[in-house]
């Protein structure tokens, strides 16, 4: 019974019970919260080294053999993105205490947080694909929740738009599941993995993949499926939107690249470049979404988007150095972009608006939160020697060498825009002085706010500072990937 | 009976997806509904129609002999139920509140978080 598998499943199973048991008892749910976050988080890590010490684990769930029974396994792939999601749950923890209203609070903010990162943990853990598909649904409902959670007009439209375009990809994703049962008779990933490969049609196979990449894509938000997010992820108060902002739309790339690196590697070439036409396309439309936004959380919402095509690029190419370069990828745009929503979310505070045409003299009143807005905005940008200057090195890297000239351009191209849009941020609610006729200064500020930010921003410096050794780890999960 | 089943199947997802595209969001529940209904039939027909022969033992063998009723399709369905019985119920209520406080049912007064601010 390998315990290190099924912990970071379990703590924040345990938390959020414990936090439903003191419904009434706000602090101690708060207490929870930070504690059971710091706890995944060094489980996480714990389970990262043993997977780089001893390869791959696997737990047979209930010790019902291999492919019959739930097997729950971890390369470093999972190892990593579990760590991300410990790290970003403990950074939105720490901030709730700061930023979360009395009335969430008491409406069960902190146990639906807690199951939502039960469900997440759970998708990169599991080795079966139908039981991918219930921790996306513990995720999805969690996430209903919390984005329309307070009922305020502007979450139940977005929340509307949110819910029906994800339970759309759930049928989709339960009718591949199907298809993907009939054609294999396996649920077991790596069992059919095997077994795909003495599939008689071949065109049976690649529907069957194309199905995944559009169940997939609309829970990873690509292009031309996006569109619900920057209807929705700026409607929630700016905790959730971090936290959604950082996990779910990842949890599907996750996905993606776990079923096109595994399952459907057959017809490589023709979904591959069909990929990678999709990934061009986000990072266009996203970046080009957010040069026309005036508020803040839209605006990198739609920044969301952009990234998440570097990511699919990574996969796109289809060689281990790409393939490490979308792992290092994640790791740098998980932490980037939940500092930038949280960095809103301060300015928020402070001057009472989103809206940039009405914010301004932070970097006067503010010189510490402007450094905390640029270091991971300007990494976000890829500028060095921040964190996403190596993560787009590395994807660019592997694109002259695969010869994919026109996907590098773009790449290139949308870091120069999206440098444009971080600046617009900056020159709007840093450097232009305050207006005269504009609201005064609204709400304080306490250390619980400023923690996380700092210690994102942090690590968005230290990625690139060790960028060499977090390289080699990205470059060994991406040979486990592929099965090297 | 499979032909059946999937000119069965085709409905109920074209009748979903026309539910979708309508205006009025208690319709769109009502797609989604379809569509997961459709997604489960789906399932069980692919996991091979097999007629009054379950997946039991009989007393007086030790293994399962000839073709018979695969039970992990239906054990999928009945997993698939659950989880959409508690999705569908949320969306019944969000689509109350939305209602209530929105003072429409039609999606298309609903653009507020999409439009520029």
């Known amino acids: 019974m390998d315990i290190l598998l099924i912990l970071p499943i379990l703590i924040p199973f345990l938390t959020a019970v414990a936090a439903l048991l003191a419904w009434d008892r706000r602090p101690v749910q708060r207490a929870l919260g930070v504690l059971g976050t710091a706890a995944l988080l060094g489980a996480g890590l714990a389970l990262l080294a043993a997977v780089w010490r001893d390869g791959v684990r696997a737990l047979q769930v209930g010790n019902w053999p291999a492919p019959f029974g739930i097997t729950l396994s971890a390369d470093l792939f999972s190892a990593i993105m579990v760590v991300l999601a410990g790290l970003i749950g403990l950074a939105v923890a720490v901030y ?22 039960m469900g997440v943990c759970g998708a990169f853990l599991t080795g079966d694909i139908f039981n991918l598909y219930v921790w996306f649904e513990v995720m999805l409902i969690t996430s209903f929740v919390l984005m329309v959670l307070g009922g305020e007009r502007a979450q139940l439209e977005g929340g ?8 759309m990809a759930s049928a989709l994703f ?19 993995a095997h077994r795909m490969r003495e599939v008689e049609q071949p065109g049976l196979v690649t529907a069957l993949a194309l199905m995944f990449l559009v169940a997939f894509g609309i829970k990873a938000a690509v292009f031309p499926l996006f569109f619900w997010l920057p209807a929705s992820y700026h409607t929630p108060p700016v905790a959730v939107s971090a936290l959604f902002s950082g996990l779910l739309t990842k949890v599907g790339v996750y996905a993606l690249i776990r079923v096109f690196t595994r399952l459907f590697v057959q017809d490589a070439g023709y979904l591959h470049a069909i990929i990678l036409v999709i990934a061009g396309l986000t ?34 190419l289809f060689t281990p150095a790409a393939l490490a ?18 960095v809103g979310g301060i300015a928020h505070r402070l001057r009472g608006t989103y809206n940039l045409k009405k914010l301004g003299g932070l970097y006067r009143s503010h010189p510490g939160l402007a450094v905390l807005f640029l270091l991971p905005a300007l990494s976000l940008a890829g500028l060095p020697p921040l964190s996403g200057f190596f993560a787009k090195l590395a994807l660019v890297w592997a694109g002259l060498e695969t010869g994919q000239f026109a996907i590098v351009a773009v790449a290139l191209g949308v870091s120069l825009l999206t440098l444009f849009s971080m600046m617009k941020i900056w020159n709007e609610a840093f450097w232009k002085p305050l207006g005269e006729n504009d609201p005064p200064p609204a709400g304080g500020t306490s250390p619980a706010l400023w923690l996380p930010v700092a210690g994102l921003a942090a690590l968005t410096v230290l990625i690139g500072l060790a960028a060499g050794p977090l390289f080699v780890l990205s470059l060994r999960a991406a040979e486990q990937l592929l099965g090297m | 009976m499979e032909t059946v ?14 539910m979708l595209m ?96």
């Open chain 1, 174 to 192: 339960l009718a591949a599941v199907g298809i993907f049962y009939g054609v294999t008779g396996t649920l077991n990933m790596a069992d059919a």
């Open chain 2, 22 to 117: 309508r205006r009025s969001i208690v319709k769109l529940v009502i797609g989604l509904a379809l569509m997961s209904q459709a997604a489960n039939l789906l399932i069980f027909t692919l996991g091979r129609l097999i007629r009054g022969r379950p997946a039991l033992i009989p007393p007086d063998a030790a293994a399962l002999a000839g073709p018979f009723a695969d039970p992990v399709p239906q054990a999928l369905i009945l997993t698939a139920i659950v989880i959409s019985f508690g999705v569908h119920a949320f969306t019944i209520i969000l689509v109350k509140r939305a209602y209530q406080t929105v003072g429409t049912d039609d999606l298309d007064d609903m653009r507020n978080t999409d439009l520029l601010a």
């Open chain 1, 160 to 167: 509307i738009k949110y819910v029906t375009l994800n339970l």
């Open chain 1, 96 to 117: 709730s205490l700061g930023s979360m209203d009395p009335d969430r609070e008491r409406f069960g903010y902190y146990p639906l947080f807690h199951f939502l990162l």
């Open chain 2, 5 to 18: 089943l999937a000119f069965v199947i085709g409905g109920l997802y074209a009748a979903g997806l026309y």
């Open chain 1, 325 to 342: 370069g979308a792992v290092f990828f994640m790791a740098h745009v998980v932490l980037a972009k939940a500092a930038l929503f949280l």
């Open chain 1, 283 to 316: 990072m266009i439309t996203g970046v080009l979404g957010a040069v026309a936004q005036t508020e803040v959380r839209r605006l990198l919402s739609f920044h969301i988007v952009s990234q998440i095509g570097y990511l699919l690029m990574g996969l796109g």
